[in-house]
């Protein structure tokens, strides 16, 4: 809380009887110690006022924090084409090590709140000569119940990405897609992995970050 002080100046001399003369004007008369204690009041009220904004400000709601959701995504193949299993080891982090693995897991949400950042950490490697890629994405499809399904629509994409040993991806996120109605949408993550001959990826976590809808 800020330093709330006041310190009166008006300090009252006491008139003595058939001595003093009372005067309007002059040091000692009555507009020089109206002045005085008007001037008093006027810095207690304002001292006051500081004291009640003081009181208000440590009454205030702090403002709201982002929220955080990490997870390691449990990856279920998409098809027969899919490739392999993703497999996990003990301490829960996703392995692809085929030559053509695509697995998806459904998220659940906060409802209500702005998606504003998407992170990946993890890993890849590469067993031979031949290269890896990777793609990672992030997207809300529609509940309804139509024939063909409607498209996904992307809310964080990453759909090309090759760099070699620990990687963390920082994907921005679609901002006129990013308030999460889960009455309305049911969100996916999709990884796929490729690799000509040898090589593996992994994902250790993944970082969802949420902030209030205003």
């Known amino acids: 809380m800020a330093d709330i002080s006041y ?25 020089v110690r109206f002045n005085a204690i008007a001037s008093d009041l006027g810095q207690l009220s304002a001292t006051v006022t500081d004291i009640g904004a003081a009181i208000d400000a440590t009454n205030a709601a702090p403002p709201p924090q982002p929220q955080r959701l990490s997870f390691t995504p449990t990856l279920r193949p998409t098809g027969l084409l899919s490739g392999g299993a993703w497999s ?36 890849m490697q ?3 000569s031949h290269g890896v890629g990777g793609a990672i994405s992030l997207a809300r499809t529609p509940i309804r119940l139509v024939v063909p399904a409607p498209a996904p629509e992307p809310l964080a994409v990453n759909d090309s990405f090759s760099s070699l040993g620990p990687f963390d991806l920082q994907i921005p996120v679609s901002a006129p ?18 690799t000509v001959l040898f090589g593996s990826m992994s994902i250790e976590a993944v970082h969802l970050t949420f902030a209030s809808p205003s």
């Open 88 to 123: 996990y080891d003990r301490n829960g982090v996703a392995h692809a090590n085929s030559l053509a693995m695509t697995g998806v897991a459904n998220l659940t949400l906060p409802h209500g709140l702005r998606l504003t950042a998407v992170r990946i950490v993890g890993d």
């Open 126 to 128: 590469r067993g031979s």
């Open 7 to 31: 310190t009166p100046t008006f300090h009252h001399v006491a008139w003595e009887d058939r001595k003093d003369r009372v005067e309007a004007a002059g040091p000692n008369g009555f507009n």
């Open 177 to 194: 897609r990013a308030l999460i109605d889960t009455s309305v949408f049911r969100y996916v993550l999709t990884a796929t992995f490729e």
